[in-house]
Each structure stands twice: as structure tokens, then as C-alpha cells.
T-cell receptor
Framework: LAKTTQPISMDSYEGQEVNITCSHN???????ITWYQQFPSQGPRFIIQGYKTKVTNEVASLFIPADRKSSTLSLPRVSLSDTAVYYCLVGDMRGSASKIIFGSGTRLSIRP | ETGVTQSPTHLIKTRGQQVTLRCSSQ?????VSWYQQALGQGPQFIFQYYREEENGRGNFPPRFSGLQFPNYSSELNVNALELDDSALYLCASSPRTGQDIQYFGAGTRLSVL
């Protein structure tokens, strides 16, 4: 089971780039890395998913080093509305559903 | 907007009662997962259903049970409610089984008194 470790909280300011790192030392060969964002009283929302190197979409970038033992979610030019909890999940997309594990996440606070 | 709807949005029950929560999946999704999220914690996986069959279960007692219907909507049933069952219950649908990208509803807030 690939356990993930993230910082409990982070603070930043509007317009800054924010990087949240997730450690997953025992990631398996078939595991993908997925990040979700959650606002209070809402369900998590998919942000980005990747397997190796770099993935970019309209919202964020995901950097994965060659050993895949960690990953970094990068949010460019954050705004107040990016204040949320961010979760990193690691697992095989076709693997057992019982291995779905959300950690405690990273609480990101953006200040004006 | 994920296309996943849950009802009711809020619910208050007393200890020992039974509760049924409902979820309507996003169109075209044949897999639904249920999660329990206590205040300040990440979602905890309860179970997943694929084409009306249970496809994986987390560390929850048998009094947590579920159903998935032919139209892929789903129910979560909890019997003999305990105070610790107070939480936000989330439903998520996905187009495939396992740990595919999931689309979450806004959840049902259950309070057990």
C-alpha cells in the first residue's frame, strides 16, 4: 500500500506560485499519482493525474522525478479562491478499490 | 459541477436509528464509491460498487451496506447509528473501476445525537 506524506499546512500570497510536495516512497510500478482539491462542505475535485515526468493542464502542473518517490503539485499565480485542502493519492487505476487512501491533505491558505 | 448529486444534504438522527443516503451518478459512469469524512480529516473509503456488485471495501463494519441499481444510482445504508458516525458522507462516480479519476458529489452531512 503506497502511503503518502504531505505537509499539514502551507501559506502563500496572491499571485505567487505554490508548490506542494507529496512523498510516496513505496510507490508501485503500476501506480499513478492523482491530486484532488477540496473546499469546505464540498466533495473533492480532481485536479491532475500523472505517471512520470511532467503533466500540465489548465489548472496546475505535476512534476514527478525519475524515481517517482515523490511528486510536486504546482499552482501558478494563486488567488484567494485557491484556499483549500489538497490531497495526493497514489494507486493503480485498475487496482483494488479497497486501496483508495486519502491522507489528511495539505491545507493551503492564500492571503491578499 | 460534477453531475453527481446526493440527497439529502443534511440529516439528523439519533443513536440506534438507521439511515439511507442516496447518490445519482454522472451519466455514463458505471462505478460508484462511498466515503466517510470526519471533521478535519481526509475522506475514508467505505466501499465501491461496479455494475451492481461490491468491488472493494474499506475498514468499516457490516452495518455499513450499500446498493447500486441498474441505472447506476446508489444507496448507502447505515444501521444501529453511533455518535461517531456523524460525518460528511461523500459519493463519487467514475467511468471505470479501481482508482480511476472520481467525480464527487457535495455530500450528505449526517449528525447523530
Amino acid at each position: 500500500l503506497a502511503k503518502t506524506t504531505q505537509p499539514i499546512s502551507m501559506d502563500s500570497y496572491e499571485g505567487q506560485e505554490v508548490n506542494i510536495t507529496c512523498s510516496h516512497n513505496n510507490i508501485a510500478t503500476n501506480d499513478y499519482i492523482t491530486w484532488y482539491q477540496q473546499f469546505p462542505s464540498q466533495g473533492p475535485r480532481f485536479i491532475i493525474q500523472g505517471y512520470k515526468t511532467k503533466v500540465t493542464n489548465e489548472v496546475a502542473s505535476l512534476f514527478i522525478p525519475a524515481d517517482r518517490k515523490s511528486s510536486t503539485l504546482s499552482l501558478p499565480r494563486v488567488s484567494l479562491s485557491d484556499t483549500a485542502v489538497y490531497y495526493c493519492l497514489v494507486g493503480d487505476m485498475r487496482g483494488s478499490a479497497s486501496k483508495i487512501i486519502f491522507g489528511s491533505g495539505t491545507r493551503l491558505s492564500i492571503r491578499p | 459541477e460534477t453531475g453527481v448529486t446526493q440527497s439529502p444534504t443534511h440529516l439528523i438522527k439519533t443513536r440506534g436509528q438507521q439511515v439511507t443516503l442516496r447518490c445519482s451518478s454522472q451519466s455514463g459512469h458505471n462505478t460508484v464509491s462511498w466515503y466517510q469524512q470526519a471533521l478535519g480529516q481526509g475522506p475514508q473509503f467505505i466501499f465501491q460498487y461496479y455494475r451492481e456488485e461490491e468491488n472493494g471495501r474499506g475498514n468499516f463494519p457490516p452495518r455499513f451496506s450499500g446498493l447500486q441499481f441498474p441505472n447506476y444510482s446508489s444507496e448507502l445504508n447505515v444501521n444501529a447509528l453511533e455518535l461517531d458516525d456523524s460525518a460528511l458522507y461523500l459519493c463519487a462516480s467514475s467511468p471505470r473501476t479501481g482508482q480511476d479519476i472520481q467525480y464527487f458529489g457535495a455530500g450528505t452531512r449526517l449528525s447523530v445525537l
